[in-house]
């Protein structure tokens, strides 16, 4: 093209601006103080090693274990007042409903049905027969009764163009069954609604609660009248009672997931799961096949309705619940595909160690075993001998427990000769606690985190010997458990408190390198340093200046810990061998706009993750109440990447998960609407995504949009644009296309450039791994900058290049412009 735009004194040169790679996103900075290969703006883009940017991949539906086709909580109508409630009402009367109709008549393409009284309602199905019809659509069949009156009703039969001729028999397949009240003191029917009936044998038909529900239609101060749907009637007198249940707890309809996290199976080493939490159980899905699941149940009545805290530790997985007592399942000793129950943790008054008397003792090659029933011994406890017996052993000497394998427990033993199992006179043992300064159980907290052979809780709430739970109402303690043991709490020596008498609470904890916990408050950091033995352990500040909002947005990556604060995504690096410091500056710094539009009522919900180089945070933007986005931070960039968005309303990313192995590692999203994604697997670039239990899957194509930064020409005056050119490529086995546009500033104007598809220029779509080069002209706007913004339409293509060519205009200096 033309180096100049016009010939005079005042000769216009076109020069170019390019960028032929970026590194990632900055919207702090004014578009035209972006240097090269830094964007504007990034949705839904991934840039790979070579700088190109492209429209990331789709997320795909791994699994959706949870279905419900009712709610999760049955209540049923009446009122139990007798204290041992009810067992059954004697079954009295039960008919099937058949009749010929008097008349009938048609209008379009319903059909009126008319006799002297009926008690069928709208909605009813039944079965019509006998009649003939000389065109159109028979009405014969089962039908759905319309416009119910006394004496009539309608049906309505699509593509009936005739009167049908005959005798019109009625069969509604339906008993209406009564039951006298006449147990009145203890049974009171308050309005109408659905119960269920227990046992009952109608028309020869055995009932139970499990496959039938009853709608009362009618109650009088005597009797109850009962619909029972989808019974066939075929000869007999009913017999048997009818039993009404009570509140119902449907296990398999699910409302909502509460919570999840990763287990890795310790039986195999290259196995993990995804378990979600709902009301009623634990679904524990297998990553490497996502169509094997097991359900974990809970202990006796025990549910979950609000967000708790789960987590993997000594080989247990736990529930936390925030003022309630925690739940766990110990998968090492129970293989998950048991689907073993989880139970209450220890909880009342502490119980001191007693001494376990072996029933078999045993030395092979300096390893002792013993063996005891309910030991209850763990791997890595202490335990001391406290009587000899013919063990060879010495009194009060400890030992180690180094496995347990059922009732067997097992510890090794210097320089002891070998010693043939012994099945009398056999040694006792008794488990070490540290210090006799008082032992608590765990007590009720929101979250655990594993440290050092320990699990390092919150400190707010305390068990009484009555196992009444008490919120002690202090807001900034933890506690350490024992050493291996999730059950014993050191009361005293293992308690630390941060920012005493201050405004402050804790928010979260993470383990770092070295013996070091990180303990986050609100307001503050500090570190706890040499938990190994508590008694000497000590806590120090580490800054007042700057504290944690969300505590599963932590992540710590080589000696950096990153977290979300009220001012964005800090840092706190390892200086050495003893220090920690924290940045003065966020990382988040480059995207402060995107931090701003994070909704501060519900950031406590962001939540973070690492894998592949890349620090994945999703966050609620926008005034959303759940976390409805991702930003991305690239660690080979050391920029940020991308903000990624679905388009399906409702879908939220509550936890983000890594799991699995081979193809199957990646990062799964899970939220309460029960479903399992993966993100980045589908190269179509199509999002498939539910958005609610039992629900189908939704598809979406992802919207990726770049915006450069704004091209100046290297001057502050104002610019004559001539003409782009645009470096694209498609991706490896999808053709692509993308929309182009331009904006200016200064005069300002948007869109500078038409809106125009690769396809355009091209005529056709971008070929499966192609790459393209596109030249336009963008019309000689006059302004300071010009932007590009290139957002895909089909497929994920790439952006190698983009090249502005403009001239300086009006360069007169003695006019104002």
């Known amino acids: 093209m033309s180096r100049y735009s016009s010939y005079s004194a005042l000769d216009d040169r076109i020069t170019e601006d390019l960028d032929s790679g970026y590194i990632g996103f900055n919207n702090r900075l004014r578009p035209d103080q972006l240097v090269k290969g830094v964007l504007a703006d990034s949705q839904n883009g991934r840039l790979a090693v070579n700088g190109e940017w492209q429209t990331r991949k789709g997320i795909s539906n791994f699994k959706a274990p949870l279905s419900t086709g009712a709610t999760a909580v049955v209540l049923p109508f009446f009122l139990i007042n007798d204290a041992t409630g009810y067992t059954s009402n004697t079954l009295v009367a039960a008919s099937i409903f058949k009749f010929n109709a008097s008349s009938y008549s ?10 002297n009284s009926h008690t069928l309602i709208d909605g009813d199905t039944f079965s019509i027969s006998g009649l003939s019809v000389s065109g159109g659509v028979n009405p014969n069949g089962t039908r759905t009764v319309t416009n119910a009156s006394t004496n009539s009703f309608d049906i309505v039969v699509t593509g009936m163009t005739a009167t049908p001729t005959g005798t019109l028999a009625v069969d509604t397949q339906r008993l209406y069954v009564v039951i006298p009240q006449n147990l009145t003191a203890k049974l009171s029917l308050a309005m109408s609604g659905v119960v269920y009936i227990d046992t009952a044998n109608i028309g020869g038909v055995a009932m139970t609660a499990s496959n039938h529900s009853v709608r009362i239609t009618a109650i009088d101060s005597s009797s109850a009248t009962f619909r029972v749907n989808d019974v066939t009637y075929t000869s007999g007198t009913p017999s048997g009672t009818v039993d009404l249940d009570s509140a119902t707890l449907a296990d398999t309809a699910v409302n909502e997931v509460y919570g999840s996290c990763i287990f890795s199976d310790p039986n195999a080493n290259s196995e993990s799961y995804i378990l979600l939490a709902a009301n ?15 359900d974990l149940l809970y202990p006796g009545t025990e549910t979950v309705s609000t967000q708790i805290d789960m987590v993997q530790t000594f080989n247990k997985v736990f529930i936390f619940r925030d003022g309630d007592t925690a739940m766990s399942v110990d998968l090492a000793t129970n293989n998950i595909t048991g689907s073993p129950a989880f139970a209450l943790v220890e909880k009342g008054a502490f119980t001191y160690p007693s001494a376990q008397l072996t029933t078999a003792f045993e030395i092979t090659k300096g390893e002792a075993k013993g063996t005891k029933a309910s030991h209850g011994y763990v791997s890595g406890d202490a335990i001391r001998v406290s009587v000899v017996g013919d063990s060879g052993l010495t009194l009060n000497d400890t030992f180690t427990v180094s496995k347990v394998d059922g009732n067997d427990f097992f510890f090794f033993v210097n320089n002891a000769p070998d010693l043939g199992s012994i099945t009398s006179n056999e040694p006792t043992f008794i488990k070490e606690l540290p210090l006799e300064l008082g032992f608590v159980h765990m007590p009720a907290p929101k979250y655990g985190v594993y440290h050092q052979r320990r699990l390092a809780v919150p400190f707010r709430y305390s068990l009484s010997s009555t196992e009444t739970i008490t919120d002690r109402k202090i807001f900034d303690e933890i506690i350490l458990s024992d050493i291996n043991d999730s059950d014993t709490y050191q009361h005293l ?20 390198s070295d013996d070091k916990l990180i303990v986050f ?9 040499g938990s190994e033995d508590v008694a000497t352990a000590k806590n120090q500040l580490l800054t007042d200046e700057v504290g944690l909002v969300a505590r599963r947005s932590v992540i710590q990556v080589g000696n950096q810990v990153l977290f979300l604060s009220d001012n964005g995504v800090y840092g706190a690096n390892f200086i050495d061998l003893y220090n920690l410091r924290g940045n003065e500056v966020p990382l988040s710094e480059a995207i402060q706009k995107t931090i701003d539009r994070i909704n501060k009522d519900a950031a406590e919900n962001a939540v973070g993750i690492y894998f592949e180089n890349r620090y994945y945070l999703a966050v609620p933007l926008d005034g959303s109440s759940t976390n409805n986005a991702i930003i991305i931070y690239n660690f080979l960039n050391k920029s940020w990447e991308s903000v990624d968005k679905v388009n399906s309303s409702g879908f939220e990313f509550t936890n983000l998960l890594v799991a699995g192995s081979g193809s199957k590692r990646g990062v799964y999203v899970t939220n309460t609407d029960g479903g399992i994604h993966k993100l980045e697997t589908e190269a179509d670039g199509i999002d498939r995504v539910i958005t609610a239990i039992g629900g189908s899957t939704g598809t979406d194509r992802v919207e990726g949009s770049a915006t450069t930064r704004m091209f100046t020409l290297n001057s502050i005056d104002r610019k004559k644009w001539n003409n782009f050119e645009l470096h694209l490529q498609s991706s490896a086995d999808n053709v692509s296309d993308m929309n182009i546009s331009g904006i200016t500033e200064n005069v300002d104007s948007e869109p500078a450039l038409d809106l125009k598809t690769a396809s355009f220029y091209l005529g056709s779509n971008i070929p499966a791994d192609e790459d393209v080069s596109i030249r336009g002209r963008i019309g000689k706007p006059r ?8 957002t895909n339409t089909l497929g994920r293509p790439s952006i190698r290049a983009v090249k502005v060519a403009g001239a300086q205009t009006f360069r007169s200096t003695s006019s104002v412009q």
Do not use: C
């Open 493 to 512: 020596e293992g308690q630390f408190r941060f920012n005493a008498g201050k405004a402050d609470f804790n928010v979260g904890m993470h383990s770092f």
């Open 280 to 294: 009623t159980k634990v679904v524990a899905v297998k990553v490497s096949d996502p169509n094997t699941t097991y």
């Open 106 to 115: 048609r209008s379009g393409e319903t059909l009126t049905i008319n006799f």
């Open 783 to 790: 302004s300071y900058g010009f932007q590009m913004i290139l």
């Open 521 to 529: 408050n609100r307001n503050s950091i500090h570190i706890v340093i």
